[in-house]
T-cell receptor, first 111, second 113 residues
Framework: GDQVEQSPSALSLHEGTGSALRCNFT?????VQWFRKNSRGSLINLFY???GTKENGRLKSAFDSKERYSTLHIRDAQLEDSGTYFC?????????????FGTGTLLSVKP | EAAVTQSPRSKVAVTGGKVTLSCHQT?????MYWYRQDTGHGLRLIHY???????EKGDIPDGYKASRPSQENFSLILELASLSQTAVYFC????????????FGPGTRLTVL
């Protein structure tokens, strides 16, 4: 079935540094969403992309449907960025725009 | 104001008991979804609905029922709760037409003992 492969599973950053998370898709996806699960367990919408790139503050995301991947770049990481990040892809077609989630990336930002 | 709310936020249930999780959205969205998340895994779709009085099975529907009595409300029902259903449950809504972004509720932590 359709799958979303997210990497890395865990990431440790020092404050002020940056890195990228990546999701690869086994099939063509119509759109992708990125979420952060905060310390209270709530899912926070970060980005929704049907194509191209979006930027919001220190976060930037890209989605390439043809190449079957999406990335989330974090720059100048802060302590409050810690949490679990999920990508979720929308397969479209007859799936009722169901989201297929990656397994998450646990980000720890340290002083 | 939060557009997707869930109740309760946490619950402890006994094995074999009935559990009902409720979701309410004020987005005027047609589509609503129930997901579960287990530690170390992404969210998995249990049931969804695109219109009131109708529900559809998701990827892992066994052991769950759903009810959509109105556009705003979508419930997840565990008739006979089991230990394996301990998880965090998320509700979401979307328009389902044109713009597909899903908006999530805060989650319900369910512990079955």
């Amino acid at each position: 079935g359709d799958q979303v492969e997210q990497s890395p599973s865990a990431l440790s950053l020092h404050e002020g540094t940056g890195s990228a998370l990546r999701c690869n898709f086994t099939t063509t996806m119509r759109a992708v969403q990125w979420f952060r699960k905060n310390s209270r367990g709530s899912l926070i919408n970060l980005f929704y992309l049907a194509s191209g790139t979006k930027e919001n503050g220190r976060l930037k995301s890209a989605f390439d449907s043809k190449e079957r991947y999406s990335t989330l770049h974090i720059r100048d990481a802060q302590l409050e960025d810690s949490g679990t990040y999920f990508c979720a892809a929308e397969a479209g077609g007859g799936s009722g725009n169901k989201l297929i989630f990656g397994t998450g990336t646990l980000l720890s930002v340290k002083p | 104001e939060a557009a997707v709310t869930q109740s309760p936020r946490s619950k402890v249930a006994v094995t074999g008991g009935k559990v009902t999780l409720s979701c309410h959205q004020t987005n005027n969205h047609d589509y609503m979804y129930w997901y579960r998340q287990d530690t170390g895994h992404g969210l998995r779709l249990i049931h969804y609905s695109y219109v009131a009085d109708s529900t559809e099975k998701g990827d892992i529907p066994d052991g769950y029922k759903a009810s959509r009595p109105s556009q705003e409300n979508f419930s997840l029902i565990l008739e006979l709760a089991s230990l394996s259903q301990t998880a965090v449950y998320f509700c979401a809504s979307s328009t389902g037409l044109g713009v597909y972004e899903q908006y999530f509720g805060p989650g319900t932590r369910l512990t079955v003992l």
